[in-house]
């Protein structure tokens, strides 16, 4: 058991190793759910066959013990040599290769479920979302929100909410399912969303906004035009850039692409049943629904809600809209 359970963990190395490298893109959901059963199945193996196997072997350690004593003791001899009691504890220790896998097993387990079910946790890797969520934020997406999904499959067993309109979303890419994005819901099923002009408009209707004066990212060390928003109940800040042009350039082909219609002025959409259509705030600086589609329901993770951490800006942590 000691072989197999290093193979096994060469094996975790060298795809963690190789994950690391870039040399292929891991599945952390399924490298979870997969560390979860292969615990389970050694912390089963302790409980019910090699701890009582231990205790049996001490057991028979201890009575012979006691046999050999009680026999010295009837020829005379009380001074023994031994200790019993450090032999029996070394006889119930744990061998590494349990203690590196059963023991593991409730805190495995713990993380699995909670990333699972509650809470996820994840790293804003670039600008799209500013100015409402930075790159090097730490946030925690909340799992149940918009309903239950078995973890892996992402099959939901158990509805809950449904995306609305203002809500910061993480979902799989739905041109690689691989990636994680995160963007704010501006259009529900049924929608007709269009940004034209660089103004948005939902329903025929123009969202409200106040121009704000200007905002310097610092990330790409430029001015930008910022404009409070107001999606629903939620109230948020845009960015846009003066000299980006209003239309899409190079959209993709993408499942209902038919139900968009791209013009000079930008693009407006009818947004199909059980799809999202997303933007990022960074409204000049992000690949979203105008440039790949809809968003399906199958393919949302859950609802962005904390910033738990910012290494290089603590007053960061919060919630946000």
């Known amino acids: 058991m000691g072989l197999l359970t290093g193979a096994l963990y060469a094996c975790l190395i060298f795809y963690l190793g190789g994950w690391y490298l870039g040399m292929w893109r891991g599945n952390f959901s ?8 292969v615990t389970l199945a050694y912390w089963l193996a302790e409980r019910f066959h090699f701890r009582p196997a231990r ?43 349990l203690d590196w896998t059963a023991g ?12 699972s079910f509650l809470f996820e946790p994840f790293k804003i890797p670039s600008g ?63 929608d007709e969303v269009a940004y034209l002009n660089k103004r948005l408009f939902i329903n025929g209707k123009p969202v409200p906004t106040q121009p704000l004066g200007e905002y310097y990212d610092e990330d790409s060390r430029r001015y930008a035009q910022m ?20 239309f899409v350039m190079a959209a993709d082909e993408y499942p209902h692409r038919d139900q968009c219609r791209y013009t ?14 997303v933007m990022g705030d960074n409204r000049d600086n992000s690949q979203d629904s105008r440039y790949w589609g809809f968003v399906p329901d199958e393919n949302i993770v859950g609802k962005a809600f904390f910033i738990w951490m910012n290494l290089g800006n603590l007053g960061r942590i919060g919630s946000f809209k």
Not at 30 to 37: D, F, K, P
Not at 58 to 82: C, K, T
Not at 164 to 190: A, H, L
Not at 264 to 277: I, L, N, Q, S, T
């Open 55 to 97: 205790e049996r072997a001490a057991e028979r350690l201890a009575q012979q013990a006691q046999a050999r004593r009680a026999e010295l003791a009837r020829q005379g001899i009380q001074q023994v040599d031994g200790d019993v009691e450090a032999a029996r504890r070394q006889v119930l220790a744990q061998p590494w290769w």
């Open 264 to 277: 000079a002025e930008g693009v407006a959409c009818k947004v199909p049943a059980g799809h999202y259509f």
């Open 227 to 246: 404009f409070s928003e107001q999606l629903g109940a939620v109230e948020h800040r845009v960015l846009t850039q003066k000299e980006a042009p209003p």
């Open 128 to 190: 799209s979302m500013v100015p409402t969520l930075l790159v090097g934020d730490l946030i925690l997406v909340n799992k149940y929100h918009y309903g239950i999904r078995l973890p892996v499959a992402n099959t939901k067993i158990v509805e809950n909410h449904t995306p609305e309109r203002g809500d910061v979303i993480v979902f799989r890419y739905p041109k690689d399912t691989s990636i994680d994005y995160i963007k704010r819901v501006v259009g529900v099923p049924g």
């Open 30 to 37: 399924l490298l979870l759910l997969i560390l979860t059963v």
């Open 104 to 115: 593991l097993f409730p805190v495995i387990c713990a993380v699995f479920l909670l990333r």
